[in-house]
């Protein structure tokens, strides 16, 4: 035997325990439902699109308590939508020109990890180069955030106005704007999560045609 195939060999025995969650996990729904997997194999009609950061965390359709089928997810580090990163405005488009959500959600944390990293003149590879825009998120709102002198409050502070920033850039999409001027059904949103609690926050910044 090889060492490479040994090495397979031994990673494969160390994810037995994902395929037995899984087949746990199957037979539960199926006990609760026996037509459910076969209704969502036809087709997917979820109401709403969630932008998140990748933390492991902040589970999209957990914390929402909700079903596979109800909820389009996009996550990356520190959920930032820029204006130019095609795989998130590929999700945004397929997420409203096909799918039609109703609404579309960004969430941050508190406690974010990419938040964090963006307040200190560490460097982390590559990952620096996207956590420029938090950088710039920071900048915006100078004033505001040199003002507060308590750390933790002005990284929870960050935190929020990451998410308002990203909500602005998700308005401001050419897919959004088009949808909007179409008069599709269509609100954009930004909530935060407590790691701590498990409790979403609105912050109260949502968007519609209308506004
Ligand atoms: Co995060």
């Known amino acids: 035997m090889s060492k490479i ?8 025995s160390n994810i037995d325990h994902l395929f037995q969650n899984n087949r746990a996990w199957a037979e ?5 439902d026996p037509n459910f997997f076969d209704t969502l194999a036809k087709q997917q009609k979820p109401e709403y699109l969630w ?17 596979p089928g109800e909820v389009f997810v996009h996550r990356n580090i520190a959920n930032q939508v820029i204006h130019t990163d095609l795989n998130c405005l590929s999700v945004i488009q397929f997420a409203v020109d096909y799918l039609k959500v109703k609404h579309i959600i ?24 996207w956590l420029r825009h938090i ?26 106005l990451n998410v308002i920033e990203q909500v602005a850039n998700v308005c401001n999409t050419t897919i959004v ?18 790691l701590s609690d498990g409790i979403l926050k609105d912050l109260k910044v949502s968007s519609d045609k209308n506004s």
């Open 5 to 12: 195939n040994y090495s397979v060999e031994l990673f494969m």
């Open 28 to 32: 539960k729904i199926n006990q609760e």
């Open 51 to 67: 932008i998140g950061c990748s933390d492991s965390r902040v589970p999209a359709n957990e914390l929402l308590g909700m079903m």
């Open 106 to 129: 960004v969430c941050g944390h508190y406690g974010c990890g990419g938040v964090l990293a963006s307040m200190d003149n560490e460097s982390y590879g590559l990952i620096d180069n």
């Open 135 to 160: 950088e710039d998120v920071h900048r915006f709102h100078q004033k505001k955030l040199d003002a507060i002198t308590d750390h933790s409050e002005k990284f929870n502070n960050l935190c929020e």
């Open 177 to 194: 704007r088009n949808a909007w001027q179409a008069g599709q059904e269509l609100t954009v949103h930004g909530f935060v999560y407590n």
